[in-house]
């Protein structure tokens, strides 16, 4: 069976759904292709909690034009909060490489130790050997003095407002299934129960997926950070919306954020993800105040969160305006490969017909 659509989405996250609504809201037949909804924004549900949470602290940015666009009405008055703690001492490392990220650290921050210590915290040993040009690109766009630029609202009883606002949109044209065969030059994607035909492709899985399916040579190395995290229950309250930094570089932990008042979500330093999550009662204790024991409910990993390199960027741009020219658009922070937020992913529908794409094709043709 082969279906027809204008509009092709692959992935059924949320730039996959914020992209459909466009599309429909500009009147033009889109469809989605994928499994479950909502990507990382999916809720999960605990028995201890008995209502839906987000895990992943994913805020919007009140001052962004996607904030605008989807919650003209939504108030934002639960901020976010942000707490630096536990500044202790430096260990500076014997070995780095000359153009590492670590190394822009020391010319670029000289007055603090802190980002130095957050991001060896978040990423490890990756600091030290490359040089993370999208990480640079990301500090560079929201952060000034190592301080946030931009306000991020807090989520409501614990559900993040994209989740509210797109789950408010329901239901979705989902054709369920995983891509198996992407054939960009006669536009069809095949999965196990068939074949979809699309003028327009616009593709949000992650980017090493792509030359998966479409057998296109992957010319330059993907690199990425992952993070674990902790879920932990406790009796007395946590202050919602919260968020610790711990800047001890001797701690286990990286930051911890509480999504509702009784559940803590702890992010593990990259070195420490096999520590015991029985371990580390007292630092939780320390971190937040409460006296209460925390009982670790569920753990969390995601091996790819952080899209913070690729090793050669001209043959990344190449091969996004190589496909453009074949009418797919790669899109959202794991497609285009990207360090970026929700709200700084281009959801422009103009740019799927640009016709003033550079023309460069080498070593895809
Ligand atoms: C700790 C943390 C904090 C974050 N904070 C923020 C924040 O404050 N603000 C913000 O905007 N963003 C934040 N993010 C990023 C946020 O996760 C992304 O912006 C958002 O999830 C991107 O949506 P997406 O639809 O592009 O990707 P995803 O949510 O990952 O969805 C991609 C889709 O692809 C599917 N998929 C993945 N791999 C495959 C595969 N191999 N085959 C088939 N399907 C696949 C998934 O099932 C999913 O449906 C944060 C992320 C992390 C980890």
């Given at each position: 069976m ?16 914020i ?8 009147g ?27 895990l ?13 666009r ?8 639960n901020?976010?909060?942000?707490e630096?703690i ?15 990220y ?25 600091i ?19 301080q ?35 054939d960009y ?24 997926y ?6 296109l ?6 690199i ?39 559940l ?44 913070l ?32 937020d ?13 016709e ?10």
């Amino acid at each position: 069976m082969t279906l027809r659509t204008d509009y092709l989405i692959a992935g059924t996250g949320p730039s996959a759904l914020i992209h459909y609504l466009n599309l429909q809201n500009s009147g033009k037949e889109a469809v989605l292709l994928g499994s479950g909804l909502y990507g990382q924004l999916k809720p999960v549900e605990y028995r201890q909690i008995g209502k839906p949470v987000n895990l992943l602290p994913i805020f919007p940015v009140t001052e962004s034009n996607l904030w605008k666009r989807l919650n003209p009405n939504l108030k934002a008055d639960n901020h976010l909060t942000l707490e630096k703690i536990n500044l202790n001492g430096i260990r500076r490392p014997e070995y780095r490489l000359q153009a590492c990220y670590y190394n822009y650290l020391l010319q670029h921050q000289q007055e603090s130790d802190i980002p130095y210590i957050l991001s060896y915290k978040q990423f490890g040993d990756l600091i030290f050997k490359h040089p993370l040009t999208e990480l640079k690109k990301k500090l560079n766009r929201n952060y000034r003095s190592g301080q946030p630029k931009y306000l991020k609202t807090g989520f409501v009883n614990g559900l993040s407002p994209y989740y509210r606002f797109l789950k408010s949109r329901e239901p979705y044209p989902v054709i369920p299934g995983m891509i198996e065969q992407i054939d960009y030059i006669n536009k069809m994607v095949h999965t196990k129960k068939g074949a979809i035909r699309y003028n327009h492709l616009i593709y949000t899985l992650p980017l090493d997926y792509f030359f998966d399916t479409t057998g296109l040579k992957k010319t330059f190395e993907l690199i990425s950070g992952g993070a674990r995290f902790l879920i932990y229950y406790t009796d007395e309250p946590l202050p919602e919306n919260h968020l610790w930094y711990c800047c001890d570089i001797d701690s286990n932990i990286y930051r911890a954020f509480v999504p509702q008042k009784n559940l803590l979500v702890v992010q593990l330093s990259r070195k420490r993800w096999e520590k015991n999550p029985n371990e580390i009662s007292t630092e939780l204790q320390s971190i937040t105040g409460i006296k209460e024991k925390f009982h670790h409910i569920d753990t969390t990993t995601h091996l790819h969160c952080y899209p913070l390199d690729v090793s050669c960027n001209i043959k990344k741009e190449e091969l996004a305006g190589f496909l453009r020219e074949h009418n797919v658009y790669l899109s959202g922070r794991f497609a285009e490969w990207r360090y970026i937020d929700l709200h700084e992913v281009d959801y422009d529908l103009n740019q799927y017909e640009r016709e003033s794409y550079v023309r460069n094709t080498v070593g895809y043709e």
